[in-house]
């Protein structure tokens, strides 16, 4: 099942693809207000709005930055917040600013809003680091302080405990860039032949990078396109497209290039991202030209 031909089979499968397009779409809907790209300006004011799912956040708007693991976010922007009382809401909520939350905490996420956590940064929690809220979740979750446990967010290795590292998972272009306490940030963490490879859930925005064996990650888990993606993979390290956003590196089992994998007459799709099941979905071989 390719990406532009999945169709959700239950309404619980609609809300959530509408949860992962509001979450995506935001960004490339207004993408001038998220890259940030105004040259009269230095920081680029975005005028457009995007609206998500009404359970998780309001419309955002104004200058937009990037949303780090930790919640912070560079530039500015406002946020409508879900509350119709008026009273500051508990964490998971949507707010606007931080006098909107019961924690004092709103993690702003760029052209989606904001949603009260329990920090925005690293600096909020005292024996770890800041892991990112979830918008697809639901109910959605807020921000959580962690102790530098394996998948925890983080800023810097300082956050992580011992032997664990800050490493980048996933950097969605404007809107949010995932980093997380993991065994390795490159092949060079690793020994006794080992290479170092992330593990990603699309689900819960997650994820950590591990030492594994040569060959031992099978067809559609995540792979690194940037590091020894293709010696990890037990085929093919290829890249899934997330809206020309992001690209996110998915084992399979043959070549979008070269077509190798594929027999002749056949082309091999890329892989994809599953929108309704949050799958990654590795390539294929399909009727084509001619592969290696």
Known sequence: MRLSGIVAASEETTMHHTKFLSLFAACALSLSACSGDDESTGGGTGGTSATSDASTSGTASG???TATSTGTASGTGTASSGSTTGEPQPNGEACAADADCQSGKCFLIP???????????????ENGGCSIPNPLSDPPQGSVCNMGELGGGCESDDVCSDGLK???ILDVTGLLTIKTCSECDTSAD??????????????????HKTCVDPGSVPDGEACD???DGDMACANYCESADIMGLAELGVCSPCDVETGMGC???EMCEAPAVDLGAYELVPGMCAAGTTGG
């Open 263 to 265: 027999g002749a007459g």
């Open 225 to 227: 396109l940037n590091g």
């Open 111 to 125: 052209a989606l809003g904001g949603i009260c956590g329990e920090c925005k940064s690293d600096a909020d929690c």
């Open 166 to 168: 800050c490493s980048l």
């Open 190 to 207: 690793c020994s006794n032949g080992q290479v170092c490879n992330p593990t990603v859930s699309v689900a819960d925005l997650s994820g």
């Open 63 to 65: 200058t937009s930055g």
